[in-house]
């Protein structure tokens, strides 16, 4: 069966966006041509620097015919309703309709029509200048007197079916069976007769290693014989692998070298200048673990002089990189940090919340209020909180912003202060994710806290907060390491008299309820990740509880309870109750009555049974729920299983007397109170 | 198509100006002479800025000084200037084959395509003072970035129909790369065995001692705030008459003197959002007039 062969070749394609538009393209082909009813064999999608790629195997030549029927009116409906169903379906007279009969209309009459398959060369055709012109890049652009959106200009399009090329014409350009290689080494033109055709040509003459994965395999096998045979630990980066194999047709790899006297520079500073600026991989002395004056650069040629030019010229760009990195350093370290803090009064923090300065003021105040509950040195947390975001207005932040934090614990040491001053620096932004690590020296987990919950209760004060998929200020990140940082930390607080606090200093008198939901929000998927259920917690929130630890322990608590028997035959007795009580709350009858217990006595021994059993847990749960004993309220509601489901079997709630009927809804009301010291159980799905 | 082979190397800075005016001008690109007035980069030239606008084809190219006040480091930092070259063209629309354009132009100055590693990386360009964008890369040979390359897609905040493609080449560290220099006042200006050698620094190091001292010094504020307000009101009133070439001119100047008050670093960070703002709109409105006239005149 035929082959498909298409190749999109333009001008070069941003690393990052290759590997999508290489799956998007093989999708796009593979839904539309199953559109058509067309299915083939292997499919096989390549993407590089100039081109994506997609091949098909073994397609059918042509589509099968498809029959289509139109089910018409009435065999007897009227005239007018009978030319309507011909127009409509193309008949000239109703005998060529067929009749069938309809279990619901009875005889009807149906149009059947069958649609002829059409070669796969002619969908084709049409197909893939419709998947070009449709096609979504995260920027694209237009080029000449175009309207065509790409990536970037398309210069030729190889489309082969069955060996021939298929025809159709993407604005000017005509699809053909030409493809070109690497521009320096084996530019081409190539004609191509069938995909092996294509592979072969490209990867021999045309010196172009199509396949993203062979390419990424080949950087890293490459990078590690490199430093193998000099003496050299790779220092490995996956980002860095994945955007150099989209920036060579034909990778090179050379080693370089740098002037070992920048070494003296923080590892950090070094990396981040191989990496960002220049794209090279950085190498370690695997004997010290310390970075070596050598760096590996991914070149996409293979030059007559064995790249001795390339890496001198890359070598000179790094010295000049690293020796900007050099004066950064140097001046910032001569000021010193201190020098740095009057400085943040010049950078805006956020429109309506001031300037850094301002930030870090209100910072300096919360982290002080924050200090007796971590257990931190109040003047260590005091200076911290002041320091933490002087290394904004460095230099070397300035030139490199991913190393906010980083450099102010160097400037911190270099200035003498004391280690966890210079460590709560480098940690106040952590986590930065569901998956970095949460700051756990107190001084550190002090201004961390204090700086994210500054930030969320300021954009809460101007009424700046998240919604939808719309995050810009990483509100969510914030809330998440709130969160993590209480819960990880065991941090034992009230966040809503903390936040209402906080807002006070900013000239708001906050209502918090909605912020404290934004935390509930976060804490949901930590919860699920331990396999706890959403409704469970919002069990617990319901109740206005706003000390994180507590609400972890109680949903832990419930989550063992709910999940025994005990607990689920509860939870259906609590509905049940809870349903009687709700329906009698719509005629008007209002909760809290005392229970008459001299009535109860009159009644039978279920009504009694639960009763006692209600008092009993009541004078459990009162203390258990302040001393935190959650298991041992769980047990107490347990107790109370057995009792409600006999008050169910037993008695009815609606009796006759009217007096014993308001007495028994006090006592489902009392039952009701009593478990929801514990939870909201009507948040609880069961 | 074969690759062509590099040319030997020029034999001074201004021997790689002039090779790169012959190149373009061979490809039938007007050779135009700097701009008259202070610009920070090239691109502000009205011959890039204004002529992509409209429905008229164009080719350009030029060298045009850049100042930048606040990069001037007095002389004393072998690769940062408050004053340097670029080479600008532009090529309204941009041919099909612009890329081997450019790639050629390269081999003419010397850059041997079969030792040296040419790469295009993502580098989308942006100029909000002027409203416009387009998407590129910047050009690297052997690591370090040697031109912009951009394809406009809008400038003065309206759509650019055809597309211009266009080129920048910084002229100085292109040469330290040529003649494998580490220190830009070591390029040749001339060439060395000229009657009169002359270095980069012979010609310009002085320029950056006075220029770097009048920046950061001597620069009177409160003048510099009078000429921006003149500026403001004079480009203002001139788009009003409908005359946006002078219109623009004016915003030029409101740009420059601008970045003089932005080296003193005296303003506040509102303060100085305003002025870029108030810049925006005079760069854009002269834009805007001059786009509508170009379309009437076809039209």
């Not at chain 1, 959106?149 to 604005?171: K, S, T």
């Not at chain 1, 990424?216 to 490459?222: A, K």
């Not at chain 1, 109750?577 to 809290?592: D, F, P, Q, S, V």
């Not at chain 2, 003149?230 to 740009?255: G, H, I, N, V, W």
Request: proline content about 5%; aromatic content about 8%.
């Amino acid at each position: 069966m035929p082959d498909l062969l298409l190749e999109l070749l333009s001008e070069e394609i941003p690393a990052r966006m290759q590997a999508r538009a290489e799956a998007d393209l093989l999708r796009a082909v593979i839904d539309g041509l199953g559109a058509e009813g067309l299915a083939g064999g292997a499919t096989l999608s390549q993407s590089g620097p100039r081109r994506l790629c997609v091949m098909v195997e073994g397609l059918p030549a042509r589509s099968d015919d498809k029959v289509e029927e139109r089910k018409g009116p009435k065999v007897g409906a009227p005239d007018q309703a009978i030319q309507g169903f011909l127009r409509g379906a193309g008949l000239t007279d109703i005998s060529q309709a067929d009749i069938r009969f309809d279990s619901k209309k009875g005889d009807v009459y149906v149009a059947t029509r069958t649609l002829p398959g059409r070669e796969t060369q002619a969908i084709l055709a049409e197909l893939v200048p419709d998947i070009v012109r449709k096609f979504h890049w995260p920027k694209s652009m237009r080029t000449g007197h175009g309207t065509l959106r790409w990536v970037r200009p398309l210069q030729r399009v190889l489309c082969l079916f069955d060996g021939a090329v298929v025809p159709f014409n993407i604005e000017g350009i005509a699809s053909g069976d030409q493809t070109e290689g690497h521009r320096v080494h084996g530019r081409g033109p190539y004609r191509v007769r069938s995909a092996d055709d294509y592979v072969a040509q490209l990867s021999g003459p045309g010196h172009v290693m199509l396949n993203r994965a062979d390419r990424l395999g080949f950087i890293q096998d490459r990078a590690q014989a490199i430093c193998a045979a000099s003496g050299l630990e790779l220092v490995e980066d996956q980002g860095l692998l994945e955007e150099v194999a989209g920036l060579a047709e034909w990778p090179q790899l050379i080693l370089g070298n740098m002037d070992p006297a920048f070494l003296d520079l923080p590892d950090e500073v070094v990396r981040l200048s191989m990496r960002v600026h220049q794209k090279y991989f950085a190498t370690r002395d695997p004997s010290t673990g310390q970075l070596a004056p050598h760096f590996i650069v991914v070149a996409n040629l293979a030059a007559k002089d064995g790249g001795a030019q390339i890496a001198a010229g890359n070598a000179r760009v790094l010295s000049a990189r690293l020796e900007d990195a050099r004066f950064f350093w140097e001046n910032d370290r001569r000021g010193g940090l201190e020098a740095m803090v009057p400085k943040l009064t010049r950078i805006d923090f956020k429109q309506g919340l001031g300037t850094v300065a301002d930030k870090v003021a209100r910072t300096v105040a919360l982290a002080q209020v924050l200090a007796p509950v971590t257990g931190a040195d109040l003047q260590q947390v005091e200076r911290a909180a002041r320091l933490c975001k002087a290394d904004l207005v460095s230099e070397m932040v300035y030139e490199f912003p991913e190393l906010q934090g980083v450099m102010g614990r160097y400037y911190a040491l270099a200035s003498g202060e004391p280690a966890a001053i210079a460590e709560a620096i480098a940690d106040h932004y952590r986590p930065q994710g569901p998956s970095d690590t949460v700051p756990s020296a107190p001084v550190a987990m002090t201004v961390a806290l204090a700086d994210k919950l500054d930030t969320l209760v300021g954009f809460w004060a101007i009424g700046e907060t998240p919604t939808g998929s719309k995050d810009p200020f990483a509100l969510r990140r914030a809330a998440l390491g709130v969160v993590r940082i209480i819960l990880e930390n065991g941090l034992r607080l009230g966040l809503r008299d903390i936040c209402d606090q906080h807002a006070r200093t900013l000239g708001q008198s906050g209502d918090h309820d909605d912020l404290l939901a934004f935390f509930a929000d976060r804490l949901k998927p930590h919860l699920r990740d331990k396999g706890q259920r959403h409704d469970l917690l919002d069990a617990v929130f319901a109740l206005g509880e706003d000390d994180l630890v507590l609400i972890v322990k109680r949903v832990d608590a419930l989550t063992t309870f709910v999940d025994s028997e005990d607990g689920a035959n509860l939870l259906a007795g609590f509905k049940r109750a809870a349903n009687i009580l709700k329906a009698e709350e719509k005629r008007g009858w209002t909760a809290g009555a005392d229970v008459d217990a001299a009535l109860i006595a009159q009644g039978p021994a279920a009504e009694q049974a639960l009763y006692d059993a209600v008092c009993h847990a009541e004078s459990i749960l009162s203390l258990a729920v302040v001393d935190e004993a959650f298991e041992t309220a769980m047990a107490a509601l347990s107790g109370l299983r057995g009792a409600v489901d006999a008050f169910f079997d037993a008695v009815i709630v609606n009796d006759e007397d009217p007096a014993v009927r308001a007495n028994r809804l006090a006592l489902l009301d009392r039952m009701r109170a009593a478990m929801h010291t514990v939870a909201d159980f009507d948040q609880i799905a069961g | 198509m074969t690759m062509p082979v590099a040319r030997d190397k020029p034999a001074s800075f201004q021997d790689l100006i002039l090779r790169l005016q012959a190149y373009w001008a061979a490809q039938g690109c007007a050779i135009l002479q700097p701009y008259d007035m202070e610009v920070g980069a090239g691109t502000l030239h009205p011959a890039t800025v204004l002529r992509a606008l409209g429905p008229r084809d164009w080719r350009a190219a030029y060298v045009q000084p850049s100042r930048r006040p606040a990069d001037a480091r007095y002389g004393e930092n072998p690769n940062r200037l408050g004053h340097y070259y670029q080479f600008q063209v532009i090529l309204k629309p941009n041919p099909q084959d612009l890329q081997d354009l450019y790639l050629n132009s390269l081999y003419e100055i010397g850059i041997d395509p079969g030792l040296h590693d040419i790469r295009f990386v993502e580098d989308d360009w942006e100029n909000p003072t002027v409203g416009a964008w387009g998407l590129g890369w910047e050009v690297w040979c052997d690591g370090m970035e040697v031109s912009q390359y951009t394809y406009f897609q809008q400038v003065g905040g309206l759509d650019v129909l055809p597309v211009s493609g266009e080129l920048t080449y910084g002229l100085e560290r292109l040469a330290m790369y040529v003649f494998g220099v580490e220190n830009v006042y070591d390029l040749p200006f001339n060439a060395p065995d000229s009657a009169v050698p002359l270095t980069y620094g012979d010609v310009f190091l002085e320029n950056e001692r006075q220029q770097s001292a009048f920046n950061f010094e001597y620069s009177d504020v409160d003048m510099l705030q009078r000429w921006f307000q003149d500026c403001e009101t004079q480009s203002t009133a001139l788009r009003m008459a409908e005359k946006p070439l002078p219109a623009y001119d004016f915003a030029l100047k409101a740009s420059h003197v601008f970045n003089l008050i932005d080296a003193r670093g005296v303003i506040s960070p509102t303060e100085r959002q305003s002025f870029i703002a108030r810049v925006r709109d005079l760069a854009r409105g002269a834009a805007e007039v001059w786009a509508s006239q170009q379309a009437a005149d076809v039209g």
